[in-house]
């Protein structure tokens, strides 16, 4: 039985189901609520523009750590469960070497590196930030992305190749043990506090107009979306120009045939982690500076929504995981208007939840290679 | 008899599953007393050590076997364990705490029904959530299944920590149609962040009661103190009869669940584990058999989260993050998936070594040598070796040894997928059938290799 | 097409066309008896597997069709897999269903045992209409199927494998199984069931390998276990799904004495191929499908000299 015959019956009986009635219904008294909600003043538009702008900041970060998650998906076959650390791991890297850069000199090294573990050196004294120290940020954000693809090299070499022809499954269990000992390695180094790690008060900031009010747009927003809008473009360059890009996209679509057609498989997949590892580690580092705070477990906490942004974007499509990246971030910080605000993340589960039952092959497919 | 006759016996004796069971039990045991007389305690510290390692090994060991039901044997890949073992304790706090006006300290009090009722609500209300899941989610590739279960448990605990949920007031009376209820509840929740004082009778005690076996007890204990343990033995004796309760009850997950997977309800499951398009085919509801086992699984693994916190104090949602959850699989792949006996060795194993493990190491460390004080943080270690002195390095190791336990179970997991990863009693050798399977009229089956010798009964 | 030019001479039973041809099958009969207490085993079998045993055989007249398939369309993206097919089995037969590569035969068979939904056309199961319903629905009605690649299930021992199939197995209700005054029942019925998986294992002369798990068969003995397998859910039509494909020419020789047998005692057959000769040796009528549709539908002999499925094998394929 073939994958396509597979599917084709998987779609007949859910199409069946009376639960995609429900979602209509679902959908439909969201948007009644919505409408009524602004006509009556209930909620206001400039406090709406406010949540979109902050969920499409959160949605580039969680495409851009969705790129690699996903190319890896596709390529090698395993949801990695550690691609959240991967994150975590280029954050603190990054952030150790804005402080290293910021505060050299005036502090110890070792504290600086170990992103002021313990209490002994703030980012906000430092100065953290794109505009009061724009070196020590770009060399963080690079030295991110140099970390964590070092590390992702390093893991694979040690620990999925020697693996490589076991079942997506035995991957995904040995990936959740490289996340233990990631997080809590990162724990042991850099402590378990939950640090300030910018100047958020020196942040320079607009005020937005937004007809009955106005919304905030700071110096960390826009160099967020610079970043990542440049870098999402690099990878559709790299993907759509270079040979190599070329046979990446047949492998995540075939890689039996890619390796009868003799693309060299392990260079394709060194150059996935470096793509994909890069990526992350820059998101881990963006997403600190944006958000300001920085601990040990937060790139676990995102991993769940990369992974419904993968889903929803479809498995090896990096346009999907940048769309559906911004799709589950709209969600999770928009839901709020119709749900309680500790329901966010848990409203992009249930959509991602959605589409695995009604879509499981993504809502961008069709396109889904690369 | 030969020498190899008797070397043979003595193989088939390590063969038999309760002798690798018993070895592995008194190994641990033994080491846990041994280092309890390196740390110089009395009988009072020996009681305690043994009572919090069978606590564990009774929690680990239930809550693997459930999980070897989902995916040892049905090849469900659940990893929204810990999302169940919450709702199971939440209900039971929910229906059994004593409503607030007469419980004392809690702000949110429950529904005061007997502690019985409110385990056997949280049991169903395990199962009915797995039920939820499973309905929509068993039709998923297992990868796919795996993060709905993940965000499952996530959604779970969102709810636990939400202030929409933390109180709410019970009207004095229900009118439902034809009938009114007056329930005794004035404010229930879920308490929200601060989670839920379990301040319903003890339930050691609740079950000792029903059994009319208090009296006896509170002879023993009474005997224990006049005898060995001067002041205030009760808490330790609770400790080891409540450890000696879990360990009635993995007993009790062992029979249930070897007489499912030793059943045809097991050998459909096993064929679904290995490959449904052909359970289907030889005309099995393969749909069916996946809830069902979900079901069973899920409510279990309610039961496992109700014993493991229902004799703590308190319950708060960080306990429920999926790291639990991830304890559960690393201790369900020690011993094998596919095996009950294994899972119990490996919750055993694990709860031993790997989760207890570390603390008592550092403690025996400390113990040994006369130790300072550890440095507060990485920073700090390091700076030692710039003196070429490693200590502040090995104390801080040493007092992060709960950190680093997680790091060496996650080390343990990469090694056992590379090396193990069938597990110590892998390869699913418990014979899926109630019945012998060599051929009727003979009663040998000597010398054939996979002969079902896990499988009789008992 | 050079695989038929291969395997014609490993061909078991160098038999004229006629592949109703007594003399054939009754010799096949006494090689299937040579093994110990065949004969034992073979009226176990009847008796356990309920077989019927005065089906109307040998009658040249039109006989009873269980299966009957009507107009049944696939199409995958477009490209349309199976194109109005339309054919019935009959009662006792041995039919063969032959083509190249991607003509729809093991499309086909997936439509006719509910793993597939057609886009058009019926199924009809001893006059029950069976479309769109699901395998197992499928197979509890008496129509059991093989696959194409053996799918024995690895971790399981041959017998577990053999113990899994009979239909109506009370201890497959969980609470049954475990609840202490029903699981004595349970444990009664399946020693009667073991009994009836050993006459089927020793039938198939694979006893010896009973404890074996199925993942260390090798392919031909994969494909015995699983015909004892589809057998033992008491099938009336067995369609298997190249049934000879990597099978060694003894083994295979062995197979289709077994099959020949069955059919003797009134199991009915649909057998897909694509080694053309084996089944025109074998089979009483062949359909050949090409590109989706059924090309002919005949004798043995019929086919053969079909312009047509000579111009689709011979002048397409070469």
Request: hydrophobic letters at 45%; proline letters at 4%; one cysteine or more.
């Amino acid at each position: 039985m073939s994958v396509s015959e597979t599917y084709v019956r998987y779609r007949r009986t859910l199409s069946e189901e009376p639960l995609a009635i429900g979602v209509l219904l679902v959908a439909l008294w969201m948007a009644w609520s919505l409408v009524s909600g602004l006509l009556t003043g209930g909620i206001q538009i400039s406090s709406l523009a406010s949540l979109i702008w902050d969920g499409l900041l959160r949605g580039l970060i969680i495409g851009l750590a969705g790129i690699g998650l996903s190319m890896t998906y596709s390529i090698l076959n395993f949801a990695n469960f550690a691609h959240g650390d991967y994150l975590t791991t280029g954050a603190f890297a990054g952030m150790g070497t804005s402080y290293l850069v910021a505060g050299i000199g005036e502090n110890s090294v070792g504290a600086l590196l170990l992103v002021g573990a313990g209490g002994s050196v703030f980012g906000g004294a430092l100065g953290i930030g794109v505009t009061t120290a724009p070196i020590a940020v770009v060399l963080g954000a690079l030295l991110a992305g140099i970390v964590t693809i070092a590390l992702a090299l390093a893991i694979d070499r040690f620990v999925y190749r020697p693996i490589r022809d076991e079942s997506g499954i035995a991957l995904l269990i040995t990936s959740i043990g490289v996340a233990f000992a990631l997080r809590y390695l990162l724990q042991f180094v850099y402590g378990a506090g939950v640090r300030g790690t910018t100047a958020a008060g020196s942040v320079p900031r607009v005020n937005v107009p937004a007809i009955d009010g106005t919304f905030r747009v700071t110096a960390h927003d826009i160099s967020l979306v610079v970043v990542a809008g440049g870098l999402m473009l690099g990878v559709h360059l790299l993907l759509q120009r270079t040979k190599l890009g070329k046979a990446m996209r047949a492998m995540s679509d075939n890689e039996d045939l890619a390796r009868i057609t003799g693309i060299p498989t392990e260079r394709v997949i060194r150059t996935t982690w470096i793509v994909g590892a890069g990526l992350t580690g820059v998101a881990g580092y963006m997403f600190v500076l944006w958000k300001g705070t920085l601990g040990f477990n937060d790139g676990w906490l995102l991993l769940l929504l990369v992974f419904a942004a993968v889903i929803l974007g479809g498995i090896g499509s990096i346009y999907g995981a940048i769309g559906g990246g911004i799709i589950i971030g709209l969600t999770a910080s928009v839901s709020v208007v119709w749900i309680p605000s500790e329901f966010g993340r848990a409203a992009a589960f249930l959509v991602m939840i959605v589409i695995l039952l009604f879509k499981p092959e993504g809502i961008f497919s069709g396109r889904t290679t690369a | 008899m030969s020498a190899t006759d008797i070397r043979g016996r003595i193989e088939g004796l390590f063969e038999r599953d309760v002798t690798l069971v018993l070895a592995v039990l008194g190994t641990l045991y033994l080491a846990y007393i041994l280092a309890g007389v390196a740390f110089g305690y009395g009988l009072r510290g020996q009681l305690n050590s043994v009572a919090n390692l069978t606590f564990y090994i009774g929690v680990f060991g239930m809550l693997a076997l459930a999980l070897n039901l989902h995916w040892g044997y049905t090849g469900l890949f659940n990893i929204g364990i810990v999302g169940f073992m919450g709702i199971g304790i939440y209900v039971t706090a929910l229906v059994s705490k004593p409503p607030v006006a007469e419980g004392g300290a809690a702000q949110v009090g429950g529904f005061g029904l007997p502690l019985s009722v409110g385990i056997a609500a949280g049991v169903i209300a395990a199962g009915l959530f797995g039920l939820l899941v499973a309905l929509p989610a068993l039709r998923l590739r297992a990868d796919y299944l795996a993060i709905v279960t993940v965000a499952f448990s996530e959604i779970v605990r969102f709810t636990m920590m939400s202030r929409t949920f933390q109180t709410f007031t019970v009207p004095d009376t229900i009118d439902l149609w034809l009938f009114t209820f007056d329930p005794t509840a004035d404010t229930v929740g879920l308490g929200g962040g601060g989670g839920l004082i379990l301040n319903y009778a003890d339930p050691l005690e609740a079950l000792l009661r029903s059994l009319f076996l208090w009296e006896p007890y509170l002879g023993v204990v009474a005997f224990v103190e006049r005898n060995y343990i001067p002041n205030n033995p009760k808490p330790v004796i609770d400790g080891v009869a409540y450890g000696i309760l879990l360990l009635v009850g993995v007993g009790l997950f062992y029979v249930l669940l070897s007489r499912t997977g030793k059943s045809p309800f097991g050998r459909v499951l096993k064929a679904i584990r290995e490959d449904e398009d052909v359970a289907n085919a030889l005309g099995k509801d393969t749909d069916r058999f996946k809830l069902t086992a979900f079901v069973l699984g899920s409510a279990l693994m309610g039961l496992g989260g109700i014993l493991w916190y229902s004799s703590r104090g308190s319950i708060t949602p960080p306990s429920f993050r999926p790291n639990i959850t991830f304890f559960i699989w690393i201790a369900l792949i020690i011993g094998g998936a596919g095996s009950n006996t294994g899972s119990f060795l490996g919750g055993a194993i694990f709860a031993g070594l790997l989760y207890e493990g570390p603390r008592y190491f550092k403690n025996l460390v400390e113990t040994a040598f006369e130790l300072g004080d550890a440095p507060r943080n990485f920073g700090e270690a390091m700076a030692g070796f710039a003196s070429l002195d490693p200590m502040p390095f090995v104390l801080y190791t040493l007092d992060s040894v709960s950190q680093l336990r997680l790091v060496i179970m996650g080390v343990v997991l990469i090694w056992l997928m590379h090396n193990r990863p069938e597990g110590l009693l892998g390869h699913r050798k418990e014979t899926a059938s109630s019945v012998d399977l060599a051929r009727p009229g003979t009663d040998e089956a000597p010398g054939k290799p996979a002969a079902a010798d896990g499988g009789e009964e008992r | 097409m050079s695989e038929t030019d291969e395997s014609a001479p490993s061909a078991s039973t160098p038999v004229d066309d006629a592949a109703t041809d007594d003399a054939q099958t009754d010799g096949d009969d006494a090689a299937g008896e040579a093994p110990a207490d065949g004969s034992a085993s073979e009226t176990g079998l009847n008796e356990a597997m309920g077989s019927e045993a005065d089906f109307p055989s040998g009658s040249d007249g039109e006989r009873y069709a269980p299966l009957e398939v009507e107009g049944l369309r696939k199409e995958f993206g477009g490209i349309v897999a199976v194109d109005d097919v339309s054919f019935d089995v009959e009662e006792g037969t041995l039919t063969g269903l032959i083509g190249p590569n991607g003509a729809g035969k093991s499309t086909t068979f997936n439509l006719i045992t509910g793993m597939l939904n057609p886009d058009e056309g019926a199924v009809r199961f001893n006059g029950e209409d069976v479309t769109g319903l699901q395998p197992h629905e499928v197979a509890n009605r008496g129509l059991a199927r093989t696959f194409q690649i053996a799918r024995e299930l690895e971790e399981m021992t041959v017998l577990e494998n053999m113990m899994l199939a009979p239909k109506g197995q009370v201890g497959e209700s969980l609470w049954r199984s475990i609840m202490p005054m029903t699981r004595g029942a349970v444990r009664e019925q399946e020693t009667e069931q073991l009994e009836r998986v050993w006459e089927v294992l020793d039938f198939f002369e694979i006893d010896h390998l009973a404890q074996e798990y199925a993942g260390n068969l090798s392919g031909g003995q994969r494909k015995l276990l699983e015909m004892a397998r589809a057998l033992l859910t008491d099938p009336d039509v067995l369609l298997l799904d190249e049934p000879f494909a990597g099978v060694n020419p003894s083994l295979e020789k062995r197979l289709l004495e077994h099959v020949h047998e069955l059919r003797e005692q009134g199991y009915t057959f649909l057998i897909v191929e694509h080694d053309m000769d084996l089944i025109m040796n074998n089979c009483e009528r062949v359909i050949v499908m090409h590109q989706g549709r059924i090309l002919k539908d005949g004798t043995p002999t019929e086919i053969k000299e079909s312009e047509e499925v000579i111009e689709a094998y011979l002048g397409g394929e070469v």
